[in-house]
């Protein structure tokens, strides 16, 4: 089986943040990068697939500055067979511009199968997998938690709000990942990391589309007003009770 | 003139909730400007029935696509007709609830009609000629203001931000056929398993969570009592408690799991990490009980009692049952 995944470089969840200087964009002065939580994920769900199918090759692709060449040498380092840098200077808002971009480097591809993390960590949007499927008119699955590949075709399962979806759809296809799908994704090994030097990495310019919308201004919310300790022990319960009807009004 | 599409959710033949706040925010955008909002709703026969409620918030227009097949969502039937709906309609915006329906499908109709998508908006709001949303990113740390100058634009807007309005118009309703035969979509949902009935996480006004300090599985059993003294409160969990399988992954709140904004979150035994309060911290009012007087929990909350959740849990409990019995 051939298998792409589509991977980003995304800041360190836990750092706290700094607006840069144009108003619009994250300061990324100090902070630390790594490989997008659902898309590791995704990388390890590849990892699994190929080693249940013998002669399969897994391909990560990630579009961004010379720096995502880290975080592809990562997936290789974890097993991946060969990388590729879409170049580009920034990684655009609304999708659609980096869709168009993955869609002309995954057309010619001959993939069975194209993961992405259901969503990315830092602009939280989720729109990039579904739109290069779409792009490339291939059946898309999304969010699954579960995935099993027999021949031409596979099923999977969705959690959605209040209940859980059985999906069933013919390769090639497009599916983004969701928590639940592995455990967790394996660590680079020490000679998975001198491996990975050896790997093949090409770096192409990226063919972004137009953004059909652009990041106006960043902000930092405002922070929430300070509360307040009730008191300890069930004693605290009635003046808490108390407050939820009078001040909150919420019971 | 900006005239604004929403794309309507239904469930079992119901409306979801979000379509009626993704329909209050379309109904905002189109008065700015004196334009109509238009409304696709996808269901089997019979889910006509709930288009009133459309004109009840402020549909101008109901287009209710009916078919045996859409029991069950079918995202390729359901992204075509709603494109083509958007061709006949002209919108300024396409606007979807932010649900695993939406999330899937606004991209789908985002490529099909090359534009772009911005993302779990919890504010819509016309400047001009632009389309602004406000999206929380960088796990709520961060708000991005992204606009759509002059184009159209796709918004899937977060469950639960928006007040549900009372601008009713006529709501009048207009039969809409498949653009694409559901025969010939190629992913099928085979099955649909629901949750029995219980509240949703992204529709409950209330939510109780409970996080390792429940120490074991079967102590969650205090959450799901508090929870059910409110009446109206959906169950959720850390992602600690859900990666050991004393949950499902699904009822999960934090940066990989479900965000919710409540008017009431009660977090039960849970420190308040990073990873959970990007999940709940736009809830309108924050409880937290927990052991540890330190712990960040009480940063976010409005109000904490510090202690020991065995024994302040079922005192509570009780108390919520006694002030809603009095009400």
């Known amino acids: 089986m051939k298998i792409a995944v589509c991977i980003k470089r995304v800041p360190d969840m836990g750092a706290r943040f700094k607006i840069g200087a144009d108003g619009a964009s994250i300061d990324e002065t100090g902070l630390k990068f790594d490989m997008s939580d659902f898309d590791e994920w995704a990388v390890e769900a590849a990892l699994q697939l190929a080693e249940k199918n013998a002669g399969s090759t897994v391909t990560v692709i990630s579009l961004g500055p010379d720096a995502v060449q880290e975080t592809i040498r990562k997936a290789l380092a974890m097993g991946a067979d060969a990388g590729v840098q879409l170049k580009a200077d920034g990684v655009p808002a609304g999708g659609l511009a980096v869709a168009e971009a993955l869609a002309a480097e995954l057309r010619e591809g001959g993939y069975d199968l194209i993961l992405f993390g259901r969503v990315a960590v830092d602009t939280a949007a989720g729109i990039t997998g579904v739109m290069v499927a779409e792009l490339l008119g291939l059946p898309c699955a999304t969010a699954l938690s579960k995935l099993e590949v027999a021949g031409g075709s596979a099923t999977g399962e969705r959690q959605i709000e209040g209940g859980t979806e059985s999906l069933s759809f013919p390769l090639p296809a497009v599916c983004t990942i969701d928590q639940g799908l592995v455990t967790q994704a394996r660590y680079p090994s020490l000679k998975g990391i001198m491996a990975a030097k050896k790997k093949p990495l090409a770096v192409k310019p990226a063919a972004l589309g137009q953004a059909g919308v652009t990041i106006a201004k960043m902000e930092l919310p405002a922070e929430r007003a300070a509360g307040r300790i009730v008191g300890e022990g069930a004693d605290a319960v009635p003046e808490l009770v108390r407050l939820l009807q009078t001040e909150a009004k919420v019971l | 003139m900006a005239n604004v599409l929403v794309i309507a959710e239904a469930r079992g033949g119901a409306l979801k909730k979000v379509a009626l706040e993704a329909t209050t925010a379309a109904r905002t955008i ?147 056929a498949p653009a694409s035969d559901p025969a010939a979509s190629r992913v099928k949902v085979t099955k649909l398993t629901t949750g029995g009935g219980k509240l949703d996480l992204a529709e409950a006004p209330v939510v109780v969570s409970g996080g390792r300090g429940l120490k074991a599985p079967e102590n969650f059993k205090l959450v799901e009592e508090l929870a059910d003294a409110f009446g109206n409160a959906a169950v959720g969990a850390t992602r600690a408690v859900t990666d050991d399988g004393w949950r499902p992954h699904s009822d999960q709140i934090g940066q990989t799991g479900r965000q919710v904004a409540p008017s009431l979150y009660v977090a039960v035994g849970i420190s308040g990490a990073i990873q959970h309060v990007a999940g709940m911290r736009n809830s309108k009012t924050i409880v937290a009980i927990n052991k540890d007087k330190d712990a960040p929990i009480f940063k976010v909350a409005d109000y904490g009692i510090v202690g020991d959740v065995f024994e302040i849990v079922p005192k509570l409990t009780e108390a919520v049952r006694a002030a809603r019995a009095q009400r």
Do not use: N, Y
């Not at chain 2, 269901?43 to 009840?56: Q, R």
């Not at chain 2, 359901?78 to 915006?93: D, L, M, R, Y």
């Not at chain 2, 000629?129 to 184009?151: C, N, S, Y």
């Open chain 2, 30 to 176: 189109a008065d700015a400007s004196g334009g109509q909002v238009h409304a696709v709703l996808f269901g089997a026969p019979g889910v006509g029935a709930e288009a009133d409620k459309l004109g009840a918030v402020g549909a101008d227009v109901v287009h209710v696509c009916e078919h045996a097949a859409f029991e069950q969502f079918d995202a390729e039937s359901f992204a075509a007709t709603a494109a083509a709906a958007a061709q006949a309609v002209s919108p300024k915006a396409i606007l979807v609830g932010g649900t695993a329906f939406g999330q899937d499908l606004a991209p789908r109709i985002g490529a099909k009609l090359g534009a772009g998508v911005a993302a779990d908006a919890i504010d819509v709001t016309m400047d001009g000629d632009a389309i602004a949303i406000r999206h929380p990113m960088a796990t709520g740390k961060v708000i991005a203001t992204l606009v759509a100058a002059g184009q159209l634009a796709i918004v899937t807007v977060r469950p639960g931000a928006i007040a549900v309005g009372t601008s009713a118009k006529a709501g009048t309703v207009q039969p809409l």
